[in-house]
């Protein structure tokens, strides 16, 4: 079965840097959240779209943005990288309409800011 | 707000032990709950889920019942083997369209 496609998988970046971080969700998903996981850390949440609206926004810097484009991919953008950017980004997509309300998580892309 | 509370680690156990790892939610309605589980260096992987009261979510021998009247949703196994070593985090949803809040995860170490 389809999955979610993160890509890169590996990133690294210097400070003050810039970096894109692209989701694929799984066909047929119209949401995608993104979840950013520091070292020993839980997943916390950062933002989500829904028919490419921004649906909800959780603890994201103004540093980064983020959109949904009309085939249902998403891209984060972080600018002016700091060293404590430095995490696992996941992207999960999800078909509220569906009959459960799982969200599928990709297999995520990590960062390194040095 | 929402929230997920679990048991802290580490926790080590021998290869066959019983283990739980204990989760309590917070929630202002009925939310979807979940275990997922994350081995070394990888991804989320959901390991079960229930989505109402007295639900019981299995997967891989690993068991959890939705149980509302204590905001509980504890996991269990009879018998952990040294390749369930991972970390564990407890999580719940709200509706379809909202996020994941996870607990702080619960690493599981077992040895042979």
């Known amino acids: 079965a389809a999955g979610v496609i993160q890509s890169p998988r590996h990133l690294i970046k210097e400070k003050r840097e810039t970096a894109t971080l692209k989701c694929y969700p799984i066909p047929r998903h119209d949401t995608v959240y993104w979840y950013q996981q520091g070292p020993g850390q839980d997943p916390q949440f950062l933002i989500s779209?829904?028919?490419?609206?921004?649906?909800d926004k959780g603890s994201i810097p103004d540093r980064f943005s983020a959109q949904q484009f009309s085939d249902y991919h998403s891209e984060l953008n972080m600018s002016s990288l700091e060293l404590g950017d430095s995490a696992l980004y996941f992207c999960?997509?999800?078909?509220?309409?569906?009959?459960?309300?799982?969200?599928?998580f990709g297999p995520g892309t990590r960062l390194t800011v040095t | 707000g929402d929230s997920v509370t679990q048991m802290e680690g580490p926790v080590t156990l021998s290869e066959e032990a019983f283990l739980t790892i204990n989760c309590t939610y917070t929630?202002?309605?009925?939310?979807?709950l979940f275990w997922y589980v994350q081995y070394p260096g990888e991804g989320l992987q959901l390991l079960l889920k229930a989505t109402k009261a007295d639900d019981k979510g299995s997967n891989k021998g690993f068991e959890a019942t939705y149980r509302k009247e204590t905001t509980s949703f504890h996991l269990e196994k009879g018998s952990v083997q040294v390749s369930d070593s991972a970390v564990y985090f407890c999580?719940?949803?709200?509706?379809?369209?909202?996020?994941?809040?996870f607990g702080p995860g619960t690493s599981l170490s077992v040895i042979p």
């Open positions: 779209f829904y028919e490419k609206m921004q649906s």
């Open positions: 999580a719940l949803s709200e509706t379809s369209y909202d996020k994941v809040i």
């Open positions: 929630a202002t309605g009925y939310p979807s």
């Open positions: 999960a997509s999800s078909n509220p309409a569906g009959a459960t309300r799982e969200q599928y």
